[in-house]
Structures are given as C-alpha cells and as structure tokens.
C-alpha cells in the first residue's frame, strides 16, 4: 500500500500555460489616451496661470486668492476631459493622480514665474534706514546712530544736524528720483513740513544731511515725525516712518 502511494504521489499533472493574449492595438490606445491626458492636464494649468495672474493683478498684495483658485481648479481636471471626450473607463487613480500632479506642479512653477521679474514685478521696494545726529561740536567724525525704541522716540538736543541714509533695494530698479524723506512737526510745533529729495550716494544708498537752523530745513525744538518715501520703476512705492525730539538745552 504504501508503495502504490508513493507512487501516486511522484505522479506530475501536465499543466498547459498559456501567455494571455496581448492586444497590441487596445494597448496603445490606452498609452495614447494617458499622454492626452498629460497634455490637456498641462495646458489647462497654463490657462489657470493666465486666470490666476489675472485675478493676482487685481488682488495684490492678497495672494490667498489665486493660489485658492488654482488648486481648487484640480477638480476640473475630469470636466475638460470629458469636454474633449477622451475614454476615461479603464483609468484607474494611478492615471488621476499623475494627471493632477502635472497640473498642479505646472500651474505653480509658471505662476511663480511669471509674478516675478522679468515678466511682472508686484513688491514694493525694500527701505532700511539709520539716522545719524551731530552734535554741536559739528565734528564731521562724532556722528550717533539714533536708537528708535519701540513706543520711545529718541532725544536730541538743539542745535543738532541730522543725517538720513537710507538702504534702498528692489526686483527691478529703484526710481531715484522718487526718494524723499519728509519731516513734519507735532501740531505743538511752529516750524513747517519739510520734504527733501535724498541723494543717490552709491548702489542702493540714499543720504541726505538736515540742518535744523539758518536753513530752510530748520526746525524748532520738539516733537517731529519722519517718513521715508521710495518707489520703483513700475510704480509701486513703499514708506517708512518714526519720530523723534528735539529739546533746546540738554539739561
């Protein structure tokens, strides 16, 4: 018995394997529709860089908007691709997914791109300042940097001159003529608002130097506010401001 077993069971089956059939023609039809629908993904993120930098220009500097939109807009993906009527039955989210990635990834590169230079140009200037004040002496090596304190504004003691230089950088080119930096005094205070041109000094630093007496830059003693002005070749101006006292006497 036992040998008739063994027997048995060294008996191998005959298996035919067959390879499945390869249709070679719904193959490359399926191929075909995937790079349709990595080009219609594409184009499509191009058509939302248009609609979002549109929107952006009108938006500005709130930029919540567009990219809102633009990510949002991944949903459309299936609605133009039945506006063209490519056969979407044997996708499965293998294909979705890749095709919104190429979407996404398109719409955000080109979108940054074009919302910076060369093709557009939205920030404002950068303004970095430091004020300097002379004392009395008129020591043109004894220049102090102010020190504007949060909800304290520095003191100076008449007669004084005061240096303004400014830093000033952006994407494009600072317009050099737009920057001024104008003084205003405290409703307490008869002297007049004073706006001057700063000078171009070198690369991006602005400077101009205030005489507060036996000028038409004089001021009185007390309270005074500042603005720094600046803007760019394309418009876009940015301001800075501070303030500061002047006492007649230190004490």
Known sequence: ?????????????????????????????????????????????????????????????DWRGPIVLGLLAIAGIPFIINIVKIDTTDFDWKNWFGAGGIYFFSWLAFFILVCNPPFSDFAEPEIEKDIFYLDANDDPNNWTKLDFKEDQSPTLFYPIKIKVRAKITDNSEVDKESVKITIEPSIFNNASKTTIQMKHVSGNIYEITMVPEGTAQKFQPGDFSFTIEAKDINGHKKEIEGEFNIESEEL
Do not use: G, N
């Open 1 to 61: 018995m036992a040998k008739k077993r063994r027997q048995k069971s060294e008996k191998k089956e005959d298996y035919d394997f067959k390879f499945p059939v390869f249709d070679e023609h719904e193959y490359i039809a399926l191929e075909l529709r995937k790079i349709k629908l990595a080009i219609i993904s594409f184009i499509y993120a191009i058509l939302m860089v248009i609609v979002t930098y549109a929107l952006y220009t009108v938006t500005y500097p």
